[in-house]
């Protein structure tokens, strides 16, 4: 593809500022004043070095992304306003920016710089979008000098060395991670808006989009993603940025939303969907999301799954004024219910089920397979969860805090991410194996209208000569108002063993005798009966204290149900009790 097929996206990209809905025009304003009012925030040495003296990653971090922050508010309100107070603070953020020796986080660099190397992450590249998306809306209105600046670093920081060795750069073909669509999308964005005419563009946009393409290949044969809803999110927004920057440059001759995939992936969100507002949240992934704005409404426009994606944003909220795309109109069809209730997504080995869409308190069920070196990857092959009453008693905590240590050898010491920390099957004290060669099948998906049986083979996932089998079954009946559950796990050893199954929960959990328990929630009761082994014995542990990648203190709370056997057979019943 040639520069000369290319029309620059002009101001279609945003409304007229009368046009901007009234609740987000008075926020910004809000928010606009706030920012004028004080200093830039500032990312000093001390900080940046933190991360490797001590492994945290969340104080330079703070002001780093808070500056990116008041810089896309400051454009947007600037644009909506024309307040030259704005505009002046703006500029002022656009030349502190410009003055960063790097653009990239401490967590993504060596600890000795190399001030002759180009490093590209995900910031590098989101900030060179966010800089080019400025210029695009009001670049009219900044001085020549900061004009000049941002096209001087982008050439500088991202263009250049991207186009002359993309090769360096891994991330640009590790198309089943987040890395490659962000970045990928984010600089193809950045090029489009701001790169024309140069000899650089050709080259990296149709690198992009033959990258872009990729990761789009990467998608579940039903569209979800291996990483979860929090990455799907952040990856998705700056694909289909792209995607759509793609598209209205070349006046629609471009359109990668005709993927097959990008079809189908808008779903993943509306399957993934825990009433109220919370989400499945496998791996290390958020349970609350906040989706961008202007992707779920381009997915909700473009994708044949449109009016189901149009019903979702009814009960959710979006990520509104992070970005530029806030303020667009993207007219989307009306909202209507999703008809299936059962989704198998057979590559990243996930299920989930439901009663039905329509009664909130309803039960959900959700179970995963895969293996154990996914992107953001956990210990959790076999996890589940199960949502009624609007909460999770039987949960999974998504991440944890972000440090050197949680993506380093020692991640799997961490309760987040380790088996411990989930509802697995433990031998002899023993879990699962760690790397790719461990992993479930899911033998069975089968749904009807009262039960819905999901058998998973979970032999895989262990150290050999553990286990001679290992399986589990999940039996959900939609026959009783809130459903019921029943769990099943079958092992058989060689020799007699400890075998041990776990269930992770929420909430209060009060012992009746021991085959009886109620586990008490905010808005209702699960009843978990033991009904197999005949001989057991069984107690309750916790993780506490744990900080979570929000910032919140956790406690990871499970009961314990053990046996010695060489052949044993859990057979668990949970029942919910409004």
Same mark, same amino acid.
């Given at each position: ?183 990928? /999308? ?6 489009? +808006?701001?790169?024309? @005419?140069? #000899?650089? *563009? ?5 690198? !992009? ?56 992936? /808008? ?6 969907? +825990?009433?109220?507002? @919370?989400? #499945?949240? *496998? ?5 609350? !999301? ?289």
């Amino acid at each position: 593809m040639k520069s000369s097929d290319f029309i620059v996206p002009e101001k279609q990209v945003v409304l007229k500022a009368g046009e901007v809905r009234k609740q987000v025009k008075s926020h910004l304003n809000k928010e606009a004043k706030k920012i004028i009012e004080t200093d830039i925030p500032f990312s000093p040495y001390s900080h940046f070095r933190l991360f490797h003296l001590t492994g945290d990653r969340a104080i330079y971090e703070k002001s780093f992304r808070e500056k990116r922050r008041n810089l896309v508010i400051l454009a947007m309100a600037y644009y909506l306003t024309k307040n030259q107070k704005y505009l002046l603070k703006l500029q002022d953020y656009i030349w502190d920016t410009c003055n960063e020796p790097s653009w990239s986080l401490p967590a993504h660099l060596p600890e000795t710089l190399n001030y002759e190397k180009r490093y590209i992450d995900l910031v590098v590249s989101t900030t060179a979008a966010t800089l080019s998306e400025i210029l695009a809306l009001i670049g009219d209105h900044l001085d020549q000098n900061i004009r000049n600046r941002i096209l001087y670093e982008l050439e500088k920081r991202v263009f250049v060395p991207f186009y002359q060795h993309p090769e360096d750069y891994l991330w640009s073909k590790r198309y089943d991670s987040n890395w490659c669509a962000v970045c990928c /999308g984010a600089i193809g964005t950045a090029v489009i +808006l701001a790169g024309r @005419n140069q #000899v650089y *563009f050709e080259k990296i946009v149709n690198y !992009v989009v033959q990258a872009i393409n990729r990761y789009f290949d990467n998608f579940d044969t039903c569209g979800g993603w291996v990483e979860g809803v929090s990455y799907w999110n952040y990856g998705l927004t700056h694909a289909v940025r792209f995607v759509d920057t793609l598209y209205r440059a070349t006046d629609g001759k471009i359109n990668l939303f005709n993927h097959p995939k990008i079809q189908l992936t /808008g779903l993943f969100p509306v399957n993934c969907f +825990l009433p109220p507002c @919370n989400f #499945v949240n *496998f791996g290390d992934a958020h349970s609350n !999301v906040h989706f961008t704005r202007e992707t779920m409404l381009l997915l909700a426009r473009y994708t044949k799954s449109g009016q189901y994606i149009a019903w979702l944003l009814k009960h959710i909220k979006l990520n509104e004024l992070q970005e530029i795309g806030s303020l667009r109109e993207i007219k989307i069809p009306s909202g209507s219910m999703p008809d299936e209730t059962f989704v198998h997504y057979p590559d990243i080995g996930w299920v989930i089920t439901r009663k039905s869409w329509r009664d909130k308190n309803g039960p959900v069920f959700a179970i995963k397979a895969g293996n154990n070196n996914e992107p953001h990857n956990q210990i959790d092959i076999g996890q589940f969860i199960f949502h009624v009453f609007g909460e999770d008693f039987l949960c999974d905590h998504g991440a944890g805090k972000y440090t050197k240590d949680y993506f380093s050898a020692k991640r799997y010491q961490n309760p987040f991410c380790s088996a411990e920390g989930h509802s697995l099957i433990f031998i002899d004290g023993k879990g699962q194996g760690i790397g790719p060669d461990f992993s479930g099948k899911i033998l069975k998906a089968q749904h009807s209208h009262d039960i819905d049986t999901m058998c998973l083979d979970l032999t895989g996932a262990y150290p050999s000569g553990l286990a001679s089998k290992i399986t589990r079954t999940a039996t959900f009946s939609k026959r009783q108002k809130y459903g019921t559950l029943l769990i099943e796990d079958v092992i058989e050893t060689s020799t007699q063993r400890t075998i041990e199954t776990r269930l992770q929960y929420n909430g209060q959990l009060k012992k009746l005798d021991k085959r009886h328990f109620v586990l008490k929630g905010k808005n209702g009761k699960l009843a978990i009966n033991i009904l197999k082994p005949e001989k057991f014995s069984v107690s309750t542990g916790n993780f506490g204290n744990l900080q979570e990648i929000a910032g919140s203190k956790v406690s990871i709370q499970f009961l314990k149900i053990s046996t010695k056997s060489t052949s044993a057979r859990f057979l668990i019943q949970l029942q919910p009790v409004s």
